[in-house]
T-cell receptor, first 112, second 115 residues
Framework: LAKTTQPISMDSYEGQEVNITCSHNNIATNDYITWYQQFPSQGPRFIIQGYKTKVTNEVASLFIPADRKSSTLSLPRVSLSDTAVYYCLVGDNAGNNRKLIWGLGTSLAVNP | DARVTQTPRHKVTEMGQEVTMRCQPILGHNTVFWYRQTMMQGLELLAYFRNRAPLDDSGMPKDRFSAEMPDATLATLKIQPSEPRDSAVYFC?????????????FGPGTRLTVL
């Protein structure tokens, strides 16, 4: 099972770009990388998913180097409302959702 | 507005009592996951259903926990008897695809406190 390692917490300020890096040294060939966001008293919410290189959507970018042993979630110009816990997951695309390991995530605090 | 719903949102009970949590997955989603979240352990997968059949419940304490999906619109997680260590937030989720590593849609959770 692919395990991920993320910083426990990060601090930032409004308007800054935030990069959260996740290590997944044992990622398998069929594994995808997915990031979720969780606010207090809510369930996690999908942010972005990728396999290699770079993926961008309306809220974030995901950078994955060639060896895929790590990935970086980039949040452009964060606001106070981006204060949340961010989870990095790796899992294959063959029906094995049940083997996902969530961990404790990265608690991001955005300050005014 | 396609959402996963869960009831109750909060439950306080005494040790030894039975607790039943309910989840209504997004209509048409045939897969349901049950998770438990605590400060110490984070999110843990308890059970996984597809087309109402249990596929994996290895994360669930078998002696007191049971999960069922009596029909496509309802999944239940039951604890009997409950213990203080069961205090946690319980989430259900339904993924966008039956197979693969797709986006999971989470419900708002049931916050359980066992005294």
């Amino acid at each position: 099972l692919a395990k991920t390692t993320q910083p426990i917490s990060m601090d930032s300020y409004e308007g800054q770009e935030v990069n959260i890096t996740c290590s997944h040294n044992n990622i398998a060939t069929n594994d995808y990388i997915t990031w979720y966001q969780q606010f207090p008293s809510q369930g996690p919410r999908f942010i972005i998913q990728g396999y290699k290189t770079k993926v961008t959507n309306e809220v974030a970018s995901l950078f994955i180097p060639a060896d895929r042993k790590s990935s970086t979630l980039s949040l452009p110009r964060v606001s106070l409302s981006d204060t949340a816990v961010y989870y990095c997951l790796v899992g294959d695309n063959a029906g094995n959702n049940r083997k996902l390991i969530w961990g404790l995530g990265t608690s991001l605090a955005v300050n005014p | 507005d396609a959402r996963v719903t869960q009831t109750p949102r909060h439950k306080v009970t005494e040790m030894g009592q039975e607790v039943t949590m309910r989840c209504q997955p997004i209509l048409g989603h045939n897969t349901v996951f049950w998770y438990r979240q605590t400060m110490m352990q984070g999110l843990e997968l308890l059970a996984y259903f597809r087309n109402r059949a249990p596929l994996d419940d290895s994360g669930m304490p078998k002696d007191r926990f049971s999960a069922e999906m009596p029909d496509a619109t309802l999944a239940t997680l039951k604890i009997q008897p409950s213990e203080p260590r069961d205090s946690a937030v319980y989430f259900c989720a339904s993924p966008e695809r039956e197979t693969g590593f797709g986006e999971q849609f989470f419900g708002p959770g049931t916050r359980l406190t066992v005294l």
